[in-house]
């Protein structure tokens, strides 16, 4: 994460072990209720322009870095601080294939 998006996020960036990642979804339409849920907090949020930071529910955080409205990624845990990570793609898919080829 970028120094403005840990500001942004209002918590520290999030680490995981490769073997609780349960699984991973490319995502065009990142804005939806099928994906996001819950309430932010802590964290930045514009509608449709970005969102940075936790989303909480009952039982469950998700961790989110969602920027305009471009594709994006769910990763799944296992077991961790948080349920779900959320974000936006900015690059190419190299590092998610490379995990999904891992839990091949």
């Known amino acids: ?6 500001l942004g996020a209002l918590v520290s960036p999030p680490t ?3 073997d609780h990642v349960k699984s991973i979804q ?8 099928d994906v996001l849920r819950g ?3 802590p964290g930045t949020g514009m509608p449709y322009v970005v969102l940075i930071g936790v989303m909480r ?6 961790f989110c870095v ?5 594709p994006g990624v769910i990763i799944a845990f296992t077991s961790g601080k948080y349920e779900r990570w959320i974000y936006t793609l900015e ?3 190299h ?10």
Request: no cysteine.
């Open 95 to 104: 590092a998610e294939e490379q995990i999904l080829a891992a839990l091949a």
């Open 39 to 41: 309430v932010r907090a």
């Open 57 to 62: 529910g009952r039982g469950y955080k998700d």
């Open 26 to 33: 490319f995502i065009d339409e990142l804005w939806s209720k």
């Open 66 to 70: 969602i920027k305009r409205r471009k």
């Open 91 to 93: 690059g190419s898919r």
């Open 16 to 18: 995981a072990h490769l």
């Open 1 to 6: 994460m970028s120094l403005l998006e840990r």
